[in-house]
């Protein structure tokens, strides 16, 4: 099988609508979990065009993520309630939602996220920006992703928060 084509009589669910956000520029992704339980539509620029991100942290080493940062107001979801939320990661930035059926990574719940003074004097200013928008995995969006395009930040996180 090449990938391109499914089995049988498979086809994705309707796809959700993303919010609505302003600015001529803006392009719609779609992307869901493996088993559909999960969907999540986004409003961005040409992600050619936006920093994503490769974190080596020996979480996201292991998860094999692709990270663009979303603000909130510009992701919308559906089956948020099918996920399962895992916190035990890095400095506890937020909660690390998986698709409670198939398993597959969707993403960190940032939302209302608060970073002690103590760990954030640690952190660039641009991780603690990101830290107040959505990290959302593209490895799951609808369609091809070609990394050779995409602006391919390696993040060198592991081990660099930790308080002395």
Known sequence: ?????????W??????APPIAQGERLQTY??????DAVQYAFNSIPLNEIEVCRCDCSYDIRMGQLT????????????????T???????GQGKHLFCSTCGCYVGVDTKGLVVPE???????????ENLKKFPVNLRLLN?????????????????????E
């Open 1 to 9: 099988m090449d990938g391109k084509a499914w089995p049988g009589d």
């Open 11 to 16: 086809k994705p669910k309707d796809p959700i």
């Open 30 to 35: 779609t992307g869901q979990c493996h088993c």
């Open 68 to 83: 663009a940062y979303i603000p909130h107001t510009h992701i919308s979801f559906s089956g948020l309630s099918n996920t």
């Open 85 to 91: 939320i895992y916190t035990g990661v890095g400095y």
């Open 118 to 128: 103590e760990q954030a004097k640690y952190m660039p200013p641009d991780v603690l």
């Open 143 to 163: 369609g091809e992703l070609d990394e050779k395009k995409l602006k391919i930040k390696e993040e060198k996180n592991s081990g660099n928060y930790s308080v």
